[in-house]
């Protein structure tokens, strides 16, 4: 079993719409969870970390459900410019980080 | 969050030769790493670029493959040594972040083994 899973897409929504994706993780002991995005040919940029009381940026919400060991992140009032790949990342331990295939997301107008 | 300038962007090389990617942080980091990611695929970490000792590498990647060099706290390099077509990848550095929170890339080397 993969350490990270996301379900690779793509989602295609219209401007505006509310698109949320999970992503599964098989280790229980991970402490630690990040979201990334990376546009077409570009290295991944962090996008937000992932608390276990859920964190909110703006129109991104963050959350950990660790019962179930997944973590989601909703996107209210998609942007064209939220088009993107979506990586979701878990750190088991201090140095070792595990990347999710990433969910791909297309916002049209 | 650190800055990290990666060269070269891209390059196209001949089968059997080798191309060196270098990372330069804009602070001093306590932890890099080496990735690849394939055309569609997600980042497969390569190795750990431990300062002033051996790498440690990932199960698949070796040494004679892949040697990194790690000299102070912020710079490395990895080299592609000996390269196949199947080396056709982007290769990422990246650092982690003061207070262990996260990652930051390396705008990353588009190679191309021809």
């Known amino acids: 079993r993969k350490e990270v899973e996301q379900d690779p897409g793509p989602f295609n929504v219209p401007e505006g719409a509310t698109v949320a994706f999970n992503c599964t993780y098989s280790?229980?002991?991970?402490?630690?969870f990040f979201w990334y995005r990376q546009d077409c040919r570009k290295e991944p940029k962090l996008l937000m970390s992932v608390y276990s009381s859920g964190n909110e940026d703006g129109r991104f919400t963050a959350q950990l459900n660790r019962a179930s060991q997944y973590i989601s992140l909703l996107i209210r009032d998609s942007k064209l410019s939220d088009s993107a790949t979506y990586l979701c990342v878990v750190n088991p331990n201090f140095n070792k980080f595990y990347f999710g295939s990433g969910t791909k997301l297309n916002v049209k107008p | 969050s650190a800055v990290i300038s990666q060269k070269p962007s891209r390059d196209i090389c001949q089968r059997g030769t080798s191309l060196t990617i270098q990372c330069q942080v804009d602070?001093?980091?306590?932890?890099m790493f080496w990735y690849r990611q394939q055309p569609g695929q997600s980042l497969t970490l390569i190795a750990t670029?431990?300062?002033?000792?051996?790498?440690?590498?990932e199960s698949g990647f070796v040494i004679d493959k892949f040697p990194i060099s790690r000299p102070n706290l912020t710079f490395s390099t990895l080299t592609v040594s000996n390269m196949s077509p199947e080396d056709s990848s982007i290769y990422l550095c990246?650092?982690?972040?003061?207070?262990?929170?996260?990652?930051?890339f390396g705008s990353g080397t588009r190679l191309t083994v021809v």
């Open positions: 990246s650092a982690l972040t003061t207070g262990g929170w996260g990652y930051t």
């Open positions: 280790n229980s002991a991970s402490q630690s």
């Open positions: 602070s001093q980091v306590t932890m």
């Open positions: 670029a431990n300062q002033g000792s051996e790498a440690t590498y």
